[in-house]
């Protein structure tokens, strides 16, 4: 079963592996990371880690069993209770409810141990599947979204609170590894 965990540094090869394999189908849907993302791949990383460890934001990446990621979930601009909420998954596991389940438990880490009370996330209007997950997950439409912060794409901003709609009450399902996908 997978299992959501804390980036660690351990973690840089499964996640190059995973951005690397990834790469053409996340672009389908959002700006690509350009080569300048790889080739300062591990330079990056580091920096992702020490703005994890002062607080700034939360990374997490969902494991399978092989320790190949499926998916990458990240909590950033923590301040004032409220972060925006990142993520994507691996195409092959893509449309069986990993997305769906794991954002109902970062919204449940949110809460437990980060002590947020809104997450916010911008989805293009291309991609779908993103808008899906969020609604599914208890995000709602509060505007559009920039597309200067959208890699030039249009898009919606969604918002989820977390103090209004607690993660243990809002939907069935809210725990990884439970629902659709998780067998």
């Given at each position: 079963?997978?299992?959501?965990?804390?980036?660690?540094?351990?973690?840089?090869?499964?996640?190059?592996?995973?951005?690397?394999?990834?790469?053409?189908?996340?672009?389908?849907?959002?700006?690509?990371?350009?080569?300048?993302?790889?080739?300062?791949?591990?330079?990056?990383?580091?920096?992702?880690?020490?703005?994890?460890?002062?607080?700034?934001?939360?990374?997490?990446?969902?494991?399978?069993?092989?320790?190949?990621?499926?998916?990458?979930?990240?909590?950033?601009?923590?301040?004032?209770?409220?972060?925006?909420?990142?993520?994507?998954?691996?195409?092959?596991?893509?449309?069986?409810?990993?997305?769906?389940?794991?954002?109902?438990?970062?919204?449940?880490?949110?809460?437990?141990?980060?002590?947020?009370?809104?997450?916010?996330?911008?989805?293009t209007h291309q991609n779908v599947a993103s808008q899906k997950v969020l609604?599914?997950?208890?995000?709602?439409?509060?505007?559009?979204?920039?597309?200067?912060?959208?890699?030039?794409?249009?898009?919606?901003?969604?918002?989820?609170?977390?103090?209004?709609?607690?993660?243990s009450a809002i939907l069935p399902g809210d725990r990884l590894g439970e629902?659709?996908?998780?067998?």
């Open positions: 079963m997978p299992e959501l965990k804390r980036l660690h540094v351990r973690h840089a090869p499964a996640v190059m592996a995973f951005e690397l394999a990834n790469r053409a189908y996340f672009a389908a849907s959002v700006s690509d990371r350009g080569d300048d993302f790889f080739a300062q791949f591990t330079d990056r990383y580091k920096a992702l880690l020490a703005e994890q460890e002062a607080g700034i934001c939360a990374f997490y990446v969902l494991v399978a069993e092989d320790s190949s990621v499926l998916g990458r979930f990240n909590l950033v601009d923590i301040e004032d209770h409220t972060a925006e909420l990142g993520y994507r998954v691996a195409q092959h596991v893509a449309g069986r409810g990993v997305a769906t389940a794991t954002v109902r438990e970062v919204c449940r880490l949110a809460v437990a141990q980060h002590r947020l009370r809104t997450l916010r996330a911008a989805a609604t599914k997950a208890g995000f709602v439409p509060v505007g559009p979204a920039d597309p200067a912060h959208m890699g030039g794409m249009a898009g919606t901003w969604y918002q989820r609170d977390l103090v209004l709609q607690p993660y629902g659709r996908g998780h067998r």
